[in-house]
Every structure is written in structure tokens, then in C-alpha cells.
């Protein structure tokens, strides 16, 4: 069984920065970052091969998020620079022990953290 546990959400002025963090505990194949704006559809933002290190990124945040994991490959990053008010929601880590098709879509991954928010006041 593979357990996520997010941290590192908060407040921040547009143009500032964040690092979110997921702790791993189990085998996973790719991990994703996805978020959840209130009243929109759950978006895939972010993934990155565990064993390889191959990413992905949204068009709406490529050039701003950087996803990364530690030498030990427990802990997954993502690092959002120039944050935008569009990017407050809500974010979630996620996780598949398997190959994946489609990097950024939800129905791909099977372990879901419990989500961690992001404001960004303008």
C-alpha cells in the first residue's frame, strides 16, 4: 500500500514562490502533482518517472513549476516560482506503481494525498 502525505501549501503574493512536498512510502512508479480550483475539474499540473526522472508539465505552468524528487526517491517536489492567482487551489500528490499513457490525467493514478492548499492574493 502506498501512502502520500503533502505539506509545504500556503499564502502568497502573486509573483512569489512555493515548495510542496510529498512523502512516499511504498513502490511508485510516477508520481504527479495535480490541483483543484473550486467548482473546476481536477488538473494534472506535473509528473516525474521515479526511476528515470523523465517530467511532464502542463502549458499553463511549464517555465514557472519545476517537479524533482530526492536521492532517495521518498520525497517528491514541486517547486512553484512567479505564482499566479489561477494557480490557488487545491494541491494533490499522486502515485502509480505501473507505466502510464497520459502522464497528466487523474484516471491514471491509484494513491491520492489528502491535498494541500495554495492561495495566491493579487
Known amino acids: 500500500q502506498v501512502q502520500l502525505v503533502e505539506s509545504g501549501g500556503g499564502s502568497v503574493q502573486a509573483g512569489g514562490s512555493l515548495r510542496l512536498s510529498c512523502a512516499v512510502s511504498?513502490?511508485?512508479?510516477?508520481m504527479g502533482w495535480f490541483r483543484q480550483a473550486p467548482g473546476k475539474e481536477r488538473e494534472g499540473v506535473a509528473s516525474?518517472?521515479?526511476?528515470?526522472?523523465?517530467?511532464h508539465y502542463a502549458d499553463s505552468v511549464k517555465g514557472r513549476f519545476t517537479i524533482s524528487q530526492d536521492n532517495g526517491k521518498t520525497t517528491v517536489y514541486l517547486q512553484m516560482d512567479d505564482l499566479k492567482s489561477e494557480d490557488t487551489a487545491m494541491y494533490y500528490c499522486?502515485?502509480?506503481?505501473?507505466?502510464?499513457?497520459?502522464?497528466?490525467?487523474?484516471?491514471?493514478?491509484?494513491?491520492w494525498g489528502q491535498g494541500t492548499q495554495v492561495t495566491v492574493s493579487s
Open positions: 511504498g513502490y511508485t512508479y510516477i
Open positions: 499522486a502515485a502509480s506503481p505501473g507505466w502510464v499513457s497520459r502522464p497528466l490525467a487523474r484516471n491514471e493514478y491509484v494513491y
Open positions: 516525474i518517472y521515479i526511476g528515470g526522472g523523465a517530467t
